[in-house]
């Protein structure tokens, strides 16, 4: 399974939520961050903004769904057709093992076939 | 080194600190305010009164799974700490319910203590 971290504009949370959901990844978790990027912050004028609000959300799904999830969430995180500076960033990282508290199973991807034992 | 992450209900993330210091786990980091959503199970009475054509009931499902809050319980341990802290996590947090929450691990390729510069494993204990 492989995680996907996207922090994108407060204002697009919900359209990407909205569009996760439409391609059938309901589960998401969503959290509150703030941080600064490749553009040191924001200026205007004088004052320097170098902690920018943003949300961060968090979804792990199948191996082999990582490129269209990640399609559906720039489909929706960018401003405008052309996007444009902090709309955001996506992390994919690897999650070995994942477990659902209320029946206490081990979760399979089920995009990696099960080996008989 | 692996990385849990559990979200699980905001109710239980004293008793999970409890267990997890009693299974020798003290080290802990928690997420607040975090919102969230899963399958879009719902409550059974809400489910049932929907059924039954009660419009508030209606009106609470929605067309759209509800964000719901949670925590983010995050703790770093050793391999060998590894089943340990899951099957802790799991039982104090299990009630049976859709909404328990998922427990997530991940790889950590180092860790190092800001203190003292140490290492590794070192650096967990």
Redo the contacts between chains.
């Keep these: 399974m492989l995680m996907i971290r996207t922090i994108v504009r407060p204002e697009k949370v919900y359209d990407v939520m909205q569009g996760l959901l439409d391609a059938g990844y309901p589960s998401i978790t969503k959290i509150s961050v703030v941080g600064r990027g490749k553009q040191r912050g924001l200026r205007v004028g004088d004052v320097v903004y170098d902690e920018i609000p943003k949300e961060m959300l968090f979804t792990v799904v199948p191996n082999t769904d990582k490129d269209f999830v990640v399609r559906a969430i720039l489909d929706n995180a960018k401003s405008g057709a052309e996007g444009k500076f902090g709309d955001g960033k996506i992390f994919v990282s690897a999650v070995e093992e994942v477990y659902t508290i209320s029946t206490g199973e081990r979760e399979a991807d089920p995009s990696i076939p099960v080996k008989e034992a | 080194m692996?990385e849990i992450i559990?979200?699980?209900r905001i109710n239980k993330v004293n008793a999970t600190k409890k267990a997890l210091i009693d299974a020798g786990i003290p080290a802990f980091t928690a997420?607040g305010?975090?919102?969230?959503?899963?399958?879009?199970q719902v409550h059974y009475d809400i489910l049932r009164g929907a059924e039954a054509g009660h419009p508030e009931a209606i009106a609470q499902l929605g067309n759209?799974?509800r964000?719901v809050a949670?925590r983010?319980v995050t703790v770093v341990v050793p391999d060998e700490l590894c089943k340990t802290a899951?099957d802790t996590?799991?039982q104090t947090?299990?009630?049976?319910?859709?909404?328990?929450?998922?427990?997530?691990?991940?790889?950590i390729l180092e860790t190092i203590r800001v203190r003292t510069g140490e290492e590794g494993d070192a650096a967990l204990n």
């Design positions: 692996k559990a979200v699980i997420t305010r975090v919102m969230g959503r899963g399958k879009g759209a799974p964000l949670k983010i899951i996590i799991i947090n299990q009630t049976g319910n859709p909404g328990d929450g998922k427990i997530f691990v991940t790889p």
